[in-house]
C-alpha cells in the first residue's frame, strides 16, 4: 500500500509548489516587462535586461524543478519494479528447487531401474533400483563414458544392447543376465532430442521381469506337455472313425454314418487346436522354423488353393488368384510353415465371408520383397478389437458367433511364421465390408 504522507510524497509536492510559483512569477515579470516597454519606453536597457535574465532564470529553474520532481517520481516506479522483479525470482527458485526435488524423489523410488547419459554419452544418472536390479555401485560409473566401461561390466552389456543415436520412438528388447543370479531383464531405449533435432541424451529403463519369464516358460511347458499327450490318441481316434466311414469294419446305417461324421469333425477340431498349441509353444521355445530351402511362392499358394477347393465351391465363393505374367523369384523359406501362414489367413477370409461372397490373392513383386495380399469382402473387423487382432487367443465378438470353433491363435501363428522369414504383416479392414490381410518377404 502506498503512503499518501510518506517524506517523498511531500518532498515531491513541495517540488511541484515552488517549480509552479516560479513559472508563475517568470510569467508575472515577463508581462511587467512588457507593460514597462509600453509605458516608459524610456527606462534604461540595463534594467530591462536585467528583468530578462532574472525571467529566464526563474523559468528555467522552474524547468529544473519540475524535470527533477519527473525523475523522482520515474526512479520510484523503478525500484518498486526491481523490487517485484527480485520476489518473482526468489519465488520462481523455490517452485524449481520443488520441482528438482519432487522429481528427484521420483527417480530415486521408481521401481525400475533409471540409467541417463547426455550429449557426449557420460553417464548422469543411475537411480537405486538399478543399481539393485544390475547390482553395481553407481559411484563406480558417474560421470564416465559409456565407451571406457569395461566390456565385461553388466553395464556395458546393457548398453550395447542398442545402437547409438536411434530414433527417439522407444524400443525395447530383452537381456539375459547370468550373474550373481539368473534374470531376464527387459530393456527400454529412449534416445531424447531437443525440439531442434539436437541430440541431448538417452534414458535406459530396465524391468525386471524374471518372475513373468519363470511363470510363461512354466505355462508354455505346461501346455506343450498336454498338447503331446494328446496328439496321439486324438489321431487314433481320427482313424478308427475314418475306417467306420469308409465302411472297412461293416456297413453302418445312414443315422450311425451322420453321427460318426460329427464326431470325425469334432476331433479334427480338437487335432486342429493341438496343434496351434504345439506351434505356439514352438514359437515360444525360438524352435519353430527348421528347414529353408528355395521355393516358389507361387506354387505353395497353389497348393493352399487346391485344399480349399471344395469348400471355395460349397459356400459358392468368387475366387480369383492374380499374379504377375513373369515368374517370381524363388526365396528361401520353410515351405512347411510358410503353407501354414498362408493357410491362416486363407480359411480366416473364408471363415468369415459368408456364402456368395468374394475373396481374391494377389502376388507381386516390388523393390526387393514379394507380397501376397488376401482380400474378402466378409464381416470385417470393429475399429475396438484392431488393436488385438494379433494377440494370443484373441477372438472377434462376431467372429466366435460365426464359427465358434475357432482357437484365436491362428494369426499369432501367423504373424510369428513371416517374422521369423523377416517379414512384415499388415491389415486393413472396415466392419460388415470386408477385410484385406497382406504381408511382404524379402527376396533375398
Ligand atoms: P480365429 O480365427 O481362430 O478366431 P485368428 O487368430 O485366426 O483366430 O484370428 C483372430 C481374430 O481376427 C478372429 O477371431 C477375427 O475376429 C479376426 N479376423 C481374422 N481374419 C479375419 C477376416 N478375414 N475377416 C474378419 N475378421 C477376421
Redesign the pocket.
Known amino acids: 500500500m502506498k503512503n499518501k504522507f510518506s517524506s517523498e510524497n511531500l518532498f515531491g509536492s513541495t517540488f511541484r509548489l515552488v517549480a509552479l510559483s516560479a513559472l508563475v512569477l517568470a510569467v508575472i515579470l515577463s508581462l511587467n516587462l512588457f507593460n514597462q516597454l509600453k509605458k516608459e519606453i524610456t527606462v534604461s536597457i540595463l534594467n530591462v535586461w536585467a528583468v530578462i535574465v532574472l525571467s529566464i532564470l526563474f523559468s528555467s529553474m522552474g524547468v529544473i524543478l519540475i524535470a527533477k520532481d519527473i525523475l523522482l517520481t520515474q526512479s520510484k516506479e523503478i525500484r518498486e519494479t526491481n523490487k517485484e522483479l527480485k520476489n518473482l525470482a526468489k519465488s520462481l527458485r523455490k517452485k524449481v528447487k520443488g520441482k528438482t526435488k519432487e522429481l528427484s524423489t521420483i527417480i530415486e523410488n521408481f521401481t525400475d531401474g533409471l540409467i541417463m547419459t547426455d550429449s557426449y554419452h557420460r553417464i548422469r544418472l543411475i537411480n537405486p533400483s538399478a543399481e539393485r536390479i544390475l547390482n553395481i555401485n553407481k559411484k563406480d560409473f558417474i560421470g564416465k563414458n559409456i565407451d571406457s566401461i569395461s566390456k565385461e561390466s553388466i553395464l556395458s552389456e546393457v548398453f550395447y544392447l542398442f545402437k547409438k543415436f536411434t530414433s527417439p520412438i522407444p524400443k525395447t528388447k530383452y537381456l539375459t543376465i547370468k550373474k550373481p543370479k539368473e534374470k531376464v531383464l527387459e530393456v527400454t531405449n529412449i534416445d531424447i532430442y531437443h525440439p531442434s533435432d539436437k541430440y541431448i541424451g538417452n534414458l535406459k529403463i530396465i524391468h525386471d521381469v524374471t518372475r513373468e519369464k519363470f511363470i510363461e516358460k512354466l505355462k508354455s511347458e505346461f501346455i506343450s506337455i498336454a498338447a503331446h499327450q494328446l496328439r496321439t490318441p486324438l489321431s487314433t481316434i481320427k482313424w478308427t472313425f475314418r475306417m467306420f466311414l469308409d465302411g472297412e469294419l461293416g456297413k453302418l446305417s445312414p443315422e450311425q454314418i451322420k453321427f460318426l461324421k460329427n464326431s470325425y469333425k469334432a476331433n479334427e477340431q480338437m487335432i486342429a487346436l493341438v496343434d496351434d498349441l504345439l506351434n505356439v509353444s514352438k514359437i515360444e521355445e525360438g524352435k519353430f522354423l527348421a528347414k529353408f530351402s528355395p521355393q516358389s511362392i507361387e506354387d505353395l499358394i497353389e497348393e493352399v488353393i487346391q485344399e480349399r477347393k471344395v469348400v471355395l465351391d460349397k459356400k459358392n465363393i468368387t475366387f480369383k488368384f492374380i499374379k504377375p505374367e513373369d515368374r517370381l523369384p524363388k526365396i528361401k523359406v520353410d515351405a512347411e510353415k510358410l503353407k501354414l501362414a498362408i493357410s491362416?489367413?486363407l480359411?480366416?477370409?473364408i471363415?468369415?465371408?459368408p456364402s456368395n461372397g468374394k475373396i481374391s490373392i494377389c502376388i507381386s513383386k516390388k523393390d526387393g520383397w514379394i507380397k501376397v495380399e488376401?482380400e474378402?469382402n466378409?464381416?470385417?473387423?470393429p475399429k475396438k478389437?484392431k488393436s488385438r487382432?494379433?494377440e494370443k487367443f484373441?477372438?472377434?465378438?462376431?467372429?466366435?458367433l460365426k464359427?465358434p470353433y475357432?482357437?484365436?491363435?491362428?494369426?499369432?501363428?501367423?504373424k510369428n511364421i513371416i517374422e521369423a522369414h523377416r517379414g512384415k504383416i499388415y491389415?486393413e479392414?472396415k466392419e460388415g465390408e470386408?477385410?484385406t490381410?497382406w504381408f511382404e518377404l524379402p527376396i533375398s
Open positions: 491362416n489367413i480359411d480366416n477370409a471363415k468369415y465371408t488376401v474378402d466378409g464381416i470385417g473387423i478389437e487382432i494379433f484373441f477372438r472377434g465378438k462376431k467372429a466366435a464359427d475357432g482357437t484365436g491363435l491362428g494369426l499369432f501363428i501367423t491389415f479392414s470386408g477385410s490381410f
